[in-house]
């Protein structure tokens, strides 16, 4: 649905964007990332046509942006991060608005209704927009993104000013368009994205510097394969059942969380899944097993390590015999 080639945006000499490639499918939620000035909002003002490429092309359901900018443009809803209201319009008035001005073919009363409905708007519709508060005046913008019901949403920062509650509802919505619709998804909110996104492309320096699933680059860009566990009984016995898994690397037993209930750290070979192992030695033990997680990295850490280098890495636990090697390089 969306296809982008060799995408290249120069201010005179500096490269906001430098031939960045990428597609996204039907029916697909794709989390765009980057910090600010990596060229994340030049990317997505070059696939809505509101600013030219230098070179490269991105097409809208195969149609040139810059060839055909209203048939491509007539496949888009797009909510950029300042939402287009016009405050003095009345919600259904500016909806009815946006609707002419797209030429939009649906029955008009059923289709707007159903755009209100969908975000939560409809029991506002008589106010003026400048009289609603900053959550209803986000969600008019994603009401108007949805007007046409096009097949491509560009969405930057939706949930911007809303609460906790609203949140969750755009996010809940969002899922659901992208059943039926190709979203990309731009948004400062990591946990908001790991939520709904398929996959993701975070950008930096102009540059497409990671494209994958959260999952994925989690485990591509850690450098362990912890498990942390709480599991109720002998923390011996369990200690010593554990380190008989097959492709332990080492396992070892940390503090008393709970009367009877001890944490555990175990590392496995790379590529190793050990979890249904714990499971099994659990249940045959009959210890109950309290908590089971993953100690890779969280696409927080993933983002922070790509987009900051090595100045998010902790430092690496060291060893008794560092002590010594560091006494004898302080002088350096």
């Known amino acids: 649905m969306i296809e982008v080639r060799n995408l290249t945006k120069h201010y005179g000499d500096k490269h906001a964007v430098n031939d960045i490639s990428f597609t996204v499918d039907d029916g697909e939620i794709l989390g765009f990332l980057g910090p600010n000035g990596a060229g994340k909002s030049t990317t997505m003002n070059m696939l809505t046509g509101y600013i030219s490429s230098t070179s490269g092309t991105a097409l809208i359901n195969g149609v040139d942006i810059l060839e055909d900018p209203i048939k491509a443009k007539s496949f888009i809803g797009y909510l950029p991060e300042l939402p287009p209201l016009y405050l003095d319009m009345t919600v259904k008035a500016y909806l009815n608005y946006i609707y002419d001005l797209k030429k939009c073919k649906l029955p008009r009363k059923a289709h707007l209704n159903e755009v209100m409905s969908l975000t939560k708007v409809a029991d506002v519709q008589e106010r003026l927009i400048k009289n ?16 046409g019901n096009p097949p491509v949403l560009i969405l930057d920062e939706p949930t911007v000013g809303l609460d906790p509650k609203q949140i969750l509802e755009i996010r809940t919505l969002i899922k659901r368009l992208g059943k039926n619709h190709t979203v990309i998804l731009s948004s400062h909110i990591l946990s908001e994205i790991q939520a709904v996104c398929d996959r993701i492309i975070i950008i930096n320096h102009g540059v497409i510097a990671a494209h994958d699933t959260t999952d994925n680059l989690a485990k591509n860009m850690s450098t362990d394969h912890r498990i942390i566990t709480r599991i109720e009984g002998d923390r011996d016995e369990i200690l010593l059942a554990l380190r008989k898994i097959p492709g332990i690397k080492y396992a070892r037993a940390d503090m008393q969380r709970e009367p009877g209930v001890f944490e555990f750290e175990l590392e496995a070979a790379p590529g190793r899944d050990i979890r ?45 015999d560092d002590k010594n090697d560091s006494a004898k390089g302080g002088n350096a």
Not at 134 to 146: P, T
Not at 299 to 320: H, R, S, W, Y
Request: proline fraction near 5%; charged fraction near 25%.
């Open 132 to 147: 609603l508060s900053k959550g209803y005046k986000q969600r008019v913008g994603v009401a108007q993104a949805l007007v």
């Open 276 to 320: 249904r192992e714990i499971f099994e030695i659990c249940s045959s033990h009959n210890w109950p097993m309290l908590a089971l997680r993953s100690a890779e990295l969280t696409l927080e850490d993933v983002f922070l390590k790509i987009t900051m280098g090595d100045q998010i890495i902790a430092p690496a636990e060291k060893k008794p």
